[in-house]
């Protein structure tokens, strides 16, 4: 795992797969993000040992409270931002991969202010 791109991506992954209350597994996040079975597996190790995730001995991933912390933010931005680009006239396929991008490199205060403005949208204001 290179970055905290990559990272982030892992943990937005098992929190989205985790949604529903199913047990994540590898072969899962391999699926879900078009990996390998093996890089996958390495970057679990590395979140695990970096404290983020928890693997159980029937190898269910879970994740750990820092780690659910950075997955629903990232999550948060990546919903905000795709809903921001919709507003605008994106199509939504086009704003959730542009989303993708977007969620790991915005500043806070930009982030912040779009989530603003969409509020402000959204009340009528």
């Known amino acids: 795992m290179k970055n905290h791109e990559s990272r982030e991506n892992y943990l937005e992954t098992i929190l ?27 970057a679990l190790k590395k979140l695990r040992d970096l404290g983020f995730i928890l693997v159980d001995d029937s190898q269910s991933v879970t994740l750990t409270p820092e780690g659910e912390a950075i997955a629903r933010r990232i999550h948060e931005r990546h919903s905000i931002i795709a809903s921001w680009l919709v507003s605008v006239g994106v199509s939504a396929e086009t704003a959730s991969l542009d989303a ?24 009528g204001q």
């Not at 989205?16 to 390495?42: E, H, K, M, Q, Y």
């Not at 991008?101 to 806070?108: D, N, R, Y």
Request: net charge negative; glycine share 4%.
């Open 100 to 123: 993708c991008k977007i969620e790991h490199v915005i500043s806070e205060e930009s982030f912040c202010a779009i989530r603003e403005h969409l509020s402000d949208l959204t009340s």
């Open 16 to 42: 989205i797969l985790s949604a529903d209350g199913t047990s994540v597994r590898a072969i899962d996040i391999a699926a879900r993000l078009g990996f390998s079975r093996a890089s996958v597996s390495i």
